[in-house]
């Protein structure tokens, strides 16, 4: 098992130095000159120079991206035009927060849709699943924007029953903590009240965001369990007086949850992506709503981090796809 | 005389599917005597995995059994509810050798997880998995698997073809069954490993005081094997009796056409002019008549009455109600 995770870290890193190089040339592409816009319009033009051997610029391609590779590998991004303070900073304050959202729609997907997903293929082409198929069309087609505001309006403004922005209720700080996160932070200092507050914060973003997730994973999970039914282990199972139940909960549906984790992998990045308009709407302090701030005041630095974040993170994702994959299905241990 | 562990009679099973009703099987009759091997005998189609999912009680949806008679010890198990089969028949009573060891094995779980889960259901005497494997790993000692200890813990595909249905039957022999239900257990198998299988299943069939069903489409296979023979063509029964008389003498003409298609009995290559009617378009009467080198206008018109030419056997073919036995 440690050699396949092994193999499948190393087939990763092709993939995240072609990111690198990707980012590299598209910041080399933007005509503007960066030299001069930071020497400012009055700069004679040996100041520019002087300006550009210093940031390097003068130097030939190669050598710059050795230079630019520097900078990543020491998380060096330089400053936020918008916030004045080094990005890495920003945004090793800003993801725990994206993760608690992204995290908590994947989780509500996954809990909800697998469950869905089987019983929608044990009653195949019945009410069940006719109900459930026209829900998850709904579901993919909604538009996270629209729906965050309808949940607002009902749960927050009309019912009263959750908070309609923000992480934590005015007067509450987050304790500090080592991991940042204002949910397992309070828990870990004991802050129940803390705690729970975060959580009804947390409800409405969450549910917004998991609905597109919630919809795949049920769809792809009915494939599945549809598709294992008709294997000859599972007539095997009937014949020799397996109760149906025990059959497709557990013996079949470790068969068709192959492609849904997949799906959830992929997910995981979609979320991060999705949290961009749901962090916005709900003014979740997380690397989404920091992202479309950067979007809006041209702050490059920025951009490039997130890119290079939200990278990674696939990455890491697709890694913990295979090893789930190796888990559920004891041949690709052996293949390896 | 004692009672037939297993006696179909007059079974007909019909599916209904998108172009229109078809019978698969039509009128299937046969007897198992306890402590016997009987072989089901018959092509590809002509309803043999249909007639144990009707014995079974696990059809698919849309078919229906239309009339019948599957008295199983004595008891019809046709009115047993789905409830029933599963508690006191399926994988206790009467156990299942399936076709390909190797598709009927979940991959993703080990050997151990899947064959303790019949035990669970059937064998209440054995309270605790540590009982439960064994259990197990006795029966897999005694179908002479290698390393029967460590093969709980291994999964499906870690095993030979040969090694699978060892499991496999061991797990049939799991609950102490009254019949097993064996569907062409060798056909996934090459010619050598078939051979200790057949050994191995004329053993257990004595020592465990077992009644066999054996599907198959290979006579050499009924030959070596069974006691008695049951052929079905096209979901009717046309023919059963003993063995080795049956073998030696078939009389209807659909065994004699088959026992000439085996490369060993017959000289050159014989084959059944013709093919398997469709079940949505049988014909109606005698469902070989339109292949039958001997067929006569009164073969179409009705169906045959059953005839006993010889004590034990017993044939469905017009030509024996009138004595004339072809040439």
Redesign the interface.
């Known amino acids: 098992m440690a050699g396949f995770v092994l193999r499948r870290a190393l087939l990763v890193l092709p993939s995240l130095f072609g990111l690198l190089i990707v980012t590299f040339l598209l910041i080399r592409m933007v005509p503007a000159d960066p030299a001069a816009a930071l020497a400012g319009d009055n700069a004679t033009p040996a100041q520019v120079q002087a300006i550009r051997e210093q940031m390097g610029l003068d130097q030939p391609l190669p050598a710059q991206f050795l230079r630019y590779l520097g900078d990543v590998a020491r998380l060096d991004f330089g400053n936020s035009s918008y916030s004045s303070r080094p990005v890495a900073l920003d945004i090793r304050e800003r993801l725990p927060a994206t993760l608690e959202l992204t995290f908590a729609a994947l989780l509500i997907a996954t809990v909800l849709g697998v469950p869905l997903g089987v019983i929608a293929a044990v009653h195949h082409n019945r009410w069940p699943d006719f109900l459930l198929r026209v829900l998850s069309v709904a579901g993919i087609a909604m538009a996270a924007f629209w729906l965050a505001i309808m949940l607002q309006m009902l749960f927050a403004m009309r019912l009263g029953w959750l908070p309609l922005r923000g992480q934590l209720s005015v007067g509450l700080t987050a304790p500090d903590g080592p991991t940042g996160s204002v949910l397992l932070d309070s828990l870990i200092a004991g802050r129940l009240d803390i705690f729970t507050d975060a959580l009804r914060h947390l409800v409405l973003p969450a549910v917004t965001l998991s609905l597109g997730g919630l919809a795949t994973i049920t769809r792809f999970t009915r494939a599945g369990v549809l598709e294992t039914l008709q294997k000859d282990f599972v007539g095997y199972g009937r014949a020799v007086g397996v109760p149906r139940r025990r059959l497709v909960w557990i013996y079949v549906l470790r068969n068709s949850v192959v492609a849904t984790v997949t799906q959830i992998g992929l997910l995981f990045g979609g979320l991060i992506a999705g949290a961009v308009v749901v962090e916005s709407i709900y003014d979740w302090p997380g690397i989404g709503s920091y992202t479309v701030q950067a979007i809006l005041t041209a702050d490059s630095k920025v951009m490039l981090a997130v890119t290079l974040l939200i990278g990674l993170i696939y990455a890491v994702v697709n890694i913990l796809t295979d090893m789930v994959h190796a888990l559920i299905d004891p041949r690709l241990r052996d293949e390896g | 005389m004692a009672v037939d562990t297993l006696a179909v009679t007059g079974l007909k099973v019909s599916i209904q599917g998108d172009e229109g009703t078809a019978r698969i099987l039509d009128h299937i009759r046969l007897h198992l005597a306890p402590g016997r091997i009987l072989g089901v005998v018959g092509e590809s189609g002509c309803g043999k995995s249909t007639l144990?999912r009707a014995i079974?009680g696990?059809l698919p949806e849309g078919a229906r059994v239309e009339a019948g008679e599957v008295m199983f010890e004595g008891e019809n198990l046709l009115a047993f509810s789905e409830a029933e089969?599963?508690?006191n028949?399926?994988?206790?009573r009467i156990?299942?050798i399936?076709q390909?060891p190797y598709?009927?094995?979940?991959?993703?779980?080990t050997i151990g997880q899947?064959l303790t889960?019949?035990l669970r259901?059937?064998a209440p005497a054995l309270r605790s998995n540590a009982q439960r494997r064994a259990r197990l790993v006795e029966l897999l000692r005694r179908v002479q698997l290698p390393d029967a200890e460590g093969a709980l813990d291994r999964?499906p595909?870690?095993f030979s073809g040969g090694q699978r249905q060892r499991l496999l039957i061991a797990?049939?022999l799991a609950c102490s069954p009254r019949l097993v239900i064996a569907d062409e257990p060798t056909t996934a198998l090459d010619v050598t490993t078939q051979q200790q299988i057949l050994v191995l299943l004329r053993e257990l069939v004595t020592e465990f005081g077992l009644s066999m069903l054996f599907v198959t489409h290979d006579l050499g296979v009924v030959a070596e094997l069974c006691d008695a023979v049951c052929v079905i063509y096209s979901g009717q029964t046309v023919e059963s009796g003993p063995t080795a008389p049956l073998l030696k003498a078939p009389l209807h003409p659909y065994t004699r056409a088959l026992l000439g298609c085996h490369p060993e009995r017959s000289e050159g290559f014989a084959g059944i002019p013709g093919a398997v009617p469709s079940p949505l378009r049988a014909p109606p009467g005698c469902r070989f008549a339109p292949r039958c080198a001997h067929a006569r206008p009164a073969c179409s018109a009705r169906a045959p009455h059953l005839l006993t030419p010889e004590p034990g056997r017993q044939v469905d073919c017009i030509l024996y109600e009138q004595d004339t036995v072809p040439a």
């Open positions: 144990i079974l696990i089969l599963n508690r028949v399926r994988g206790s156990s299942f399936p390909d598709l009927a094995l979940n991959p993703l779980f899947q889960e019949t259901w059937h999964y595909h870690q797990a049939a």
